[in-house]
């Protein structure tokens, strides 16, 4: 591509020399390079921890909600999956903060335990593979609740689920790099628009 | 006047917000020798802290959704500090049936600093509405008069564009344009095909260096906030040259709550909150500019009433104040493009918004509505985001590697758009204050009354079939489902969603029917100017914020000379 790719580094560089040279910029050298040593932190911290403690669901609930985020986006030969991409932290830290996640999550994973201790006599995360799918393949579908009512709640807290756990996966560098999104970075000239493919 | 020796505390302008408006007027006023005064509701704004340019979602741990996921309702926790359609502590109630949405940001800047950057004339015809069509007013100043000042603006503030000659949508002093992204490509050819005009837009945003600031580095998110000021905001393009004159003095965390008048009925001084000591304080000055956005310009004069001169609040004889709000007539819809699904990877960013758009193409023509809309548009290869793939997962259902598969396909695939017409003016629309609420400052609120009327709907639904024939034309799928029945028809929004209220103290020839002359001056009191969208006689389909810094300019220059006449 004819166009040059340059580094944040670079660019703060170049505004401190805008800066520096009188111009009405705000910004001065010091603050600048500040701001990326405050970026490179958050880069850092930002990573997937080991030891997760979660902030409101239960430490079997934050099992369960790991397993269900690992099927809604699992690893394949791309890409890794939603677990690794910090998903579950994601979904656990905004459910601690909001009540109506507290009961469309919470709530829901309680119903699932329920439905699968009717059904199998076990709870969803001691349940065997093909039993998380059996249910997981009923909850995913709206048009199951049509044929079976005792369904609708489940295939509600899923939806939102799965919602969530998409915001988690592809908000992460993970996720970002599976869909092959290019950008946030600095251009001296925008290129427009690559030949289109015949 | 500015040769007068002050106490320190004796001001020559007292200018009531830091947005377009007051920002326009600091400059101007301040660069004219003017000592100003500025009180900003909100805190000072941290470019190099605050924006969060270049941030990935994942270097927060909300993602972008912010606490609680809270944030996605104001445009998520990326956007510019402070934007908000709810403040803590500082509401405004809706009177039964209607539904006004109020979004602002008390902040230095206001919502300058995470505003949509497009920077569109008004027509002349846009200023002769009555003359026009019988509906309305006409403006008490031509294009002609205006014409002067948006060159200055744009100017000074950098705007892109092409000269087109569109009588709708007229050319200003551009920088050039930004190359088309794919998606705007392939849309300008469909509208070829339909007849409809589509050029590149006009934001404020650099594509070469000017006045000292530097060109846009295409990271797409101008709405973050622009570390560079490579884009417009008021707080880093207006303010810093009226500082560095010496003669501006910002005052933040201030609230306006009053504007006194002396026995004459001359504005003398401003009441303020100060928010920060929570307790009451005043400001004298020898002129006021009061541009706090239009409503809360208007809720300022409307509270401003205890003299006895003014019992129905300050400049208010004619019982204007607070009628004639309008905002843009707003319908949005998506298309979904098979053939984009073959694009390669490649850098779609560009500027933080279209460079390409509709301006309104039917004026040749007699339409089932009066006025016109544009059409803005975008999609394609955007940086991820929290909601993205909600509309894929109500339609495909499922889990597991084949949602991967979906999402990989579908990425970039989708284009948005977004209708913004002209509302009409209507009895029962305005706002007034409640009789029984006041804020946390204990200043009464705003009430709102608002209703669509059927031109609006029309307009809408005339946007929506084009949105469709655009997308079909392109060979997409046109994936948004309107009916003309519900709280909503054809998908319009509610009042004040698209954040262009304006009207609320609007100037004209009659003093029996407006509030301001053509120079932004209460007719009724000769030292007190409005200079936010307030003044607006109509609404056109264009954004306000480049009329209202035109306006604005215009409206100091005039102070200027007056002062220096000794009449102010």
Not at chain 2, 106 to 117: A, E, Q, S, Y
Not at chain 2, 459 to 486: C, L, N, P, W
Request: neutral net charge.
């Amino acid at each position: 591509m004819a166009n040059e790719s340059i580094s944040r580094r670079d660019i703060l560089r170049t505004l401190a020399v805008g800066a520096a040279a009188g111009s009405v910029l705000r910004v001065i050298p010091a603050e600048a390079a500040e701001y990326v040593h405050q970026m490179v932190h958050k880069e850092k911290s930002a990573s997937p921890a080991g030891n997760y403690t979660p902030k409101y669901f239960s430490a079997a609930q934050y099992a369960a909600l790991l397993a269900l985020c690992d099927m809604i986006i699992p690893k394949d030969e791309k890409s890794g999956g939603a677990v690794e991409a910090g998903a579950p932290e994601f979904i656990d830290l905004l459910t601690s903060e909001n009540d109506k996640f507290q009961l469309r999550l919470g709530g829901g994973l309680f119903w699932l335990d329920g439905y699968c201790t009717d059904h199998y006599g076990k709870v969803f995360l001691e349940c065997t593979p093909e039993q998380k799918k059996e249910v997981l393949d009923l909850i995913a579908f709206r048009k199951n609740a049509k044929q079976d009512p005792s369904l609708s709640q489940g295939v509600s807290f899923f939806a939102f689920l799965r919602n969530m756990t998409c915001d988690g996966y592809y908000t992460s560098k993970t996720g970002i790099a599976d869909l092959g999104y290019i950008g946030n970075t600095s251009l001296r000239e925008f290129p427009g628009c690559p030949p289109l493919p015949e | 006047m500015s040769q007068v020796i002050r106490s320190p505390k004796q001001h020559d302008v007292c200018i009531i917000g830091s947005g377009a408006g007051g920002g326009a007027a600091a400059k101007v006023l301040t660069e004219g020798g003017l000592n100003c005064v500025m009180l900003e509701a909100g805190p000072d704004v941290h470019p190099e802290k605050d924006f969060k340019m270049f941030m990935w979602p994942y270097e927060s741990p909300h993602r972008g959704a912010g606490v609680g996921g809270h944030a996605h309702e104001n445009f998520g926790e990326f956007l510019a500090p402070n934007g908000a359609w709810h403040i803590e502590g500082e509401p405004y109630t809706s009177a039964p049936g209607s539904d006004f949405q109020w979004f602002r940001s008390r902040i230095v800047g206001g919502r300058t600093n995470h505003w949509g950057r497009i920077a569109l004339r008004f027509a002349p015809i846009d200023f002769k509405s009555k003359t026009r069509d019988g509906l309305g007013d006409d403006w008490p100043i031509t294009y002609d008069d205006l014409a002067p000042y948006y060159d200055k603006v744009e100017s000074y503030i950098g705007v892109f564009g092409t000269k087109e000659n569109v009588p709708s949508a007229p050319d200003g002093v551009f920088l050039p344009p930004p190359k088309p992204r794919c998606t705007e490509l392939a849309v300008k050819k469909a509208c070829d095909k339909l007849g409809i005009i589509c050029i590149p837009s006009r934001l404020a945003i650099l594509t070469k260096s000017i006045n000292g600031r530097l060109p846009c580095h295409y990271c797409g998110q101008c709405g973050r906030g622009c570390i560079t000021a490579s884009n417009f905001s008021s707080s880093q393009v207006f303010l810093p040259p009226a500082m560095k004159t010496g003669k501006l003095t910002l005052i933040t965390n201030a609230m306006a709550r009053e504007i006194l008048v002396d026995k004459d009925g001359k504005a003398t001084a401003v009441s303020y909150i100060d928010k920060t000591t929570r307790s009451e304080k005043r400001i004298n000055a020898r002129a006021i500019v009061v541009a706090a956005s239009a409503c809360e310009s208007a809720r300022l004069l409307l509270n401003s009433k205890s003299s006895s001169l003014f019992p129905t609040g300050l400049a208010n004889a004619s019982g204007t104040v607070g009628k004639y709000l309008t905002d843009s007539v707003g319908s949005n819809g998506y298309g979904y493009f098979p053939q984009l699904e073959k694009m390669p990877p490649h850098n779609h960013d560009g500027v933080g918004g279209m460079h390409m758009y509709m301006p309104w193409w039917k004026f040749d023509r007699k339409n089932d509505f009066p006025r016109g809309y544009h059409i803005e548009f975008g999609g394609g290869r955007e940086m991820p985001g929290v909601g993205m793939f909600n509309a894929l997962n109500r339609e495909e259902e499922g889990y597991g590697v084949s949602l991967k598969q979906r999402a990989r396909k579908v990425y970039g695939c989708h284009i948005g758009f977004a209708g913004r017409g002209e509302m009409i003016p209507n009895p029962d629309t305005y706002c007034e204050i409640d009789p029984d609420v006041v804020d946390q400052w204990g200043i009464p609120v705003l009430r709102f009354h608002f209703k669509w009327s059927d031109y609006e709907l029309l307009q809408a639904k005339d946007m929506q079939e084009t949105f469709k024939a655009i997308v079909e034309t392109m060979g997409g799928e046109y994936k948004t489902r309107t009916s003309i029945h519900g709280e909503l028809p054809f998908g319009i929004e509610p009042g004040g969603r698209i954040i262009h209220e304006v009207g609320t103290a609007r100037m004209g020839a009659d003093p029996k029917t407006s509030v301001l002359n053509g120079f932004c001056q209460a007719h009724d009191v000769k030292n007190l100017f409005v200079t936010d969208g307030a003044p607006l006689v109509t609404n056109p389909d264009k954004n306000p914020t480049l009329t209202i810094m035109a306006l604005s300019w215009r409206a100091s220059e005039y102070l200027l000379d007056e002062a220096r006449k000794g009449n102010i």
